[in-house]
Each structure stands twice: as C-alpha cells, then as structure tokens.
C-alpha cells in the first residue's frame, strides 16, 4: 500500500476508524472487488471478499455500499453476500436501499433517444457478444481481444458514436476493456456526494474503485474521506492511497472489522 497524497495519514485514519461511530465503506465492483474477465458473467469476488464483506456488514456503524457502472440486477448475482448492502448501480443512476427500496432517476425523453438510435446501429453491426445495455448506457466490451481487433472495432464504431453523443447529449466515455454512450447528469462521484450529505460531518469514509469511471468519485470524496486506487500498477488518480489485489485489497477491509471479529486466511 502507497500513499499518493502526502496530505492523507493513514495511520490517523485508522485511529479514527477504530473510534469513529459513523463509517461509509464505498466500493467499485469490476477490477476492485472482482477480477476483470473477457466473460462478464463469471467476474466473481476475489476469493475471501465475500467472507470479509459479510463480516464487515454484520459490524454496527458502518455503511457498506456497492457503487458500479454495471446494472445492478446483474451485479447482485455476482456478489452473492449474506446481507443486502447498498448498492448504486449504472454509474449512480439506480439505487438499491438496503431495505429494498429501488430508486432510478428520471432521464430526459429526448437524451434516451438518441440510446435508441445508437442501439438500432450498434445491434445492426452484429456485436452481440460483445454489447451490453443497462439503464441509461450502452457499452461495447472488447476485454481479451488483441490491440490490431480493437483498434479496428474503434475506427468502426467511434466515427458514429460520437456523432450520435453530440446531436443527443450523451456521454462517450473509456473505460477499463470498452467503451460506452451513457446518459449525462449522474456518475460515480453524484453517488458519492448524496452519501455524505447524508452522513455527519466527522463519518470516516473510503472510496475504493480502479478505473477512469471511479475518478469522478475520488474527486468527490477530497475533503471528507480518502479515496484508494485498486490496481496492480499505479496510474494518474486522484486518489490518495494506492493499493494492489487481492492481498492488500483483503488487508484493507479487514481492517474494517474490529479485533474481536477479526480473523486472518479469508477464503470462500
């Protein structure tokens, strides 16, 4: 584990954690929580994750939230926890209370328009194996293909996208293996925002994500918490703590569960 901004003292935030009686653990899923796969489907957790979330969800005080770009009816199949955490999916556009509570927020008619236009071209092209629709997004995934088969999937598909995101307002953004059109207005850091605002002021929080799409969240989280990069190699961030999988990963959210309910050698 590395320490990005010198402003961040993780040994402080630790004695905060241990006395804090409110606590927000903010996790990605894809590439932080689960391994990327070229087959979505079969991106389970880390082995031991589960063990240690299931414990952490059983601590008192602490929220546990999921907030991920994929949408969350195929994400709750994938996690498979004991309990029900929170969860935000389809970059903050869906959300899922612990309770059971579904939230999706209202989309203009007009931006979803152009999600149709795009879907009719894209399905046309006969990618089917490799898109993915949800809420409020489109995505093509090209994970396990080599660089020449992306690069001419890119110089197919961009030209097109990017005329349809700009006469309709979308979103055309990267991501870790893809790319995607999405609605504008939510992404990860609005997700994160609403948490804290409905959080006290001294709540110790984290935000772990890996991918160009958790920035938004790392920005949002300066200032009230600490934000952790979950990779095998650093990149630009605006994170504070850099950590790698899954070993530090599993050092990371065990220390969320306190000594007394602490045990070493997680596995599922």
Same mark, same amino acid.
């Given at each position: 584990?590395?320490?990005?901004?010198?402003?961040?003292?993780?040994?402080?935030?630790?004695?905060? #954690?241990?006395?804090?009686?409110?606590?927000?653990?903010?996790?990605?899923?894809?590439?932080? #929580?689960?391994? %990327?796969?070229?087959?979505?489907?079969?991106?389970?957790?880390?082995? /031991?994750?589960?063990?240690?979330?299931?414990?952490?969800?059983?601590?008192?005080?602490?929220?546990?939230?999921?907030?991920?770009?994929?949408?969350?009816?195929?994400?709750?199949?994938?996690?498979?926890?004991?309990?029900?955490?929170?969860?935000? /999916?389809?970059?903050?556009?869906?959300?899922?209370?612990?309770?059971?509570?579904?939230?999706?927020?209202?989309?203009?008619?007009?931006?979803?328009?152009?999600?149709?236009?795009?879907?009719?071209?894209?399905?046309?092209?006969?990618?089917?194996?490799?898109?993915?629709?949800?809420?409020?997004?489109?995505?093509?995934?090209?994970?396990? #293909?080599?660089?020449?088969?992306?690069?001419?999937?890119?110089?197919?598909?961009?030209?097109?996208?990017? #005329?349809?995101?700009?006469?309709?307002?979308?979103?055309?953004?990267?991501?870790?293996? /893809?790319?995607?059109?999405?609605?504008?207005?939510?992404?990860?850091?609005?997700?994160?925002?609403?948490?804290?605002?409905?959080?006290?002021?001294?709540?110790?929080?984290?935000?772990?994500?890996?991918?160009?799409?958790?920035?938004?969240? %790392?920005?949002?989280?300066?200032?009230?918490?600490?934000?952790?990069?979950?990779?095998?190699?650093?990149?630009?961030?605006?994170?504070?703590?850099?950590?790698?999988?899954?070993?530090?990963?599993?050092? %990371?959210?065990?220390?969320?569960?306190?000594?007394?309910?602490?045990?070493? /050698?997680?596995?599922?």
């Amino acid at each position: 584990m590395k320490t990005i901004n010198p402003e961040v003292d993780l040994k402080t935030f630790y004695n905060q #954690l241990r006395v804090a009686s409110q606590k927000a653990l903010l996790l990605d899923y894809d590439g932080t #929580l689960a391994p %990327f796969q070229v087959e979505r489907n079969n991106a389970f957790p880390y082995p /031991g994750v589960r063990k240690v979330l299931n414990k952490i969800m059983q601590v008192p005080g602490i929220r546990l939230v999921i907030i991920s770009g994929r949408w969350i009816k195929d994400l709750i199949s994938l996690l498979q926890i004991e309990g029900q955490p929170e969860i935000w /999916g389809s970059h903050g556009l869906e959300r899922l209370k612990m309770d059971g509570t579904y939230q999706i927020a209202s989309v203009n008619e007009g931006v979803l328009n152009g999600l149709v236009v795009a879907d009719d071209w894209i399905e046309k092209l006969g990618f089917a194996n490799r898109y993915e629709k949800k809420p409020g997004c489109l995505a093509i995934h090209w994970r396990g #293909l080599d660089s020449k088969k992306i690069d001419e999937i890119r110089t197919q598909v961009m030209p097109k996208l990017s #005329l349809i995101a700009e006469g309709w307002g979308l979103i055309l953004q990267d991501f870790d293996g /893809g790319i995607e059109l999405r609605v504008p207005g939510r992404n990860k850091g609005d997700a994160v925002r609403t948490i804290l605002e409905e959080m006290r002021p001294d709540a110790v929080v984290a935000y772990l994500g890996d991918d160009s799409t958790d920035e938004d969240a %790392f920005k949002s989280i300066k200032g009230r918490g600490i934000g952790i990069l979950v990779r095998k190699e650093l990149r630009p961030t605006a994170a504070d703590i850099w950590l790698t999988p899954p070993d530090e990963l599993l050092e %990371f959210l065990s220390s969320w569960v306190p000594e007394n309910g602490r045990k070493h /050698g997680f596995s599922d």
